[in-house]
């Protein structure tokens, strides 16, 4: 069976089902340190099997990873989207930028959109993002989308923490929702950048 991946729009992005030529991008993040918390740096065949199962996902479980694009440039800046891998507890919602696409907000505004996919066209009513404790970037820009630790939850072989997103009914029409949705028009139009901003 042949699931037809949908295209997202945001305000700045386009979202997209992974295609072949989107390799070289996620092969150049997925062999350097930026993967570190990925279970990288991965060898380039390591990079290619993962990449083969980004686009095999969405054929096994009917969503998966979208390849974030510039509306304007049409350049992959990283990806995100749902990652059920076997052996995984739950869902999960993940993402990565590319190093020369980080500090602009990108993964924020994906990742929002990806969620509202799966909560609004999927029946959603949980998900998590499974993070390296290491990793204070990702596990920032999950608490700004709501997610928080819970304790409770299996990880995938402990060394993770797993942060639980807020539920569709705790998200849609709520001060946190508009929140996230005027962070992002902030990168989209910036008035001011605050000392420390966020790195994605």
């Known amino acids: 069976m042949t699931h037809t991946i949908p295209v997202i729009e945001t305000r700045r992005?386009?979202?997209?089902?992974?295609?072949?030529?989107?390799?070289?991008?996620?092969?150049?993040?997925?062999t350097s340190y930026?993967?570190?918390?990925?279970?990288?740096?991965?060898?380039?065949?390591?990079?290619?099997?993962?990449?083969?199962?980004?686009?095999?996902?969405?054929?096994?479980?009917?969503?998966?990873?979208?390849?974030?694009?510039?509306?304007?440039?049409d350049?992959?800046?990283?990806m995100a989207g749902g990652w059920k891998p076997a052996g995984w507890p739950?869902?999960?919602?993940?993402?990565?930028?590319?190093?020369d696409a980080a500090g602009k907000g990108y993964a924020l505004e994906a990742t929002h959109a990806a969620r509202k996919h799966f909560y609004r066209h999927l029946g959603w009513e949980t998900a998590v993002s499974y993070i390296d404790p290491k990793n204070l970037d990702s596990i920032r820009l999950a608490e700004r989308l709501g997610a928080k630790k819970d304790p409770e939850a299996p990880t995938i072989d402990g060394n993770d923490a797993v942060y639980r997103h807020p539920s569709p009914a705790k998200l849609e029409g709520t001060q946190l929702a508009h929140g996230i949705d005027?962070?992002?028009a902030h990168y989209a139009d910036p008035l001011?950048?605050?000392?420390?901003?966020?790195?994605?």
């Open 34 to 73: 930026r993967a570190r918390f990925m279970g990288g740096p991965l060898n380039p065949y390591e990079a290619w099997m993962l990449y083969a199962a980004e686009i095999g996902h969405w054929q096994i479980r009917g969503y998966g990873m979208w390849m974030i694009h510039d509306k304007a440039t």
């Open 182 to 184: 005027m962070e992002i």
């Open 13 to 30: 992005l386009i979202l997209r089902g992974p295609e072949p030529e989107d390799y070289p991008n996620f092969k150049a993040t997925f």
């Open 90 to 99: 739950e869902a999960e919602i993940a993402w990565v930028i590319w190093p």
């Open 75 to 78: 350049k992959t800046l990283g």
């Open 192 to 200: 001011f950048k605050p000392k420390g901003w966020a790195i994605d």
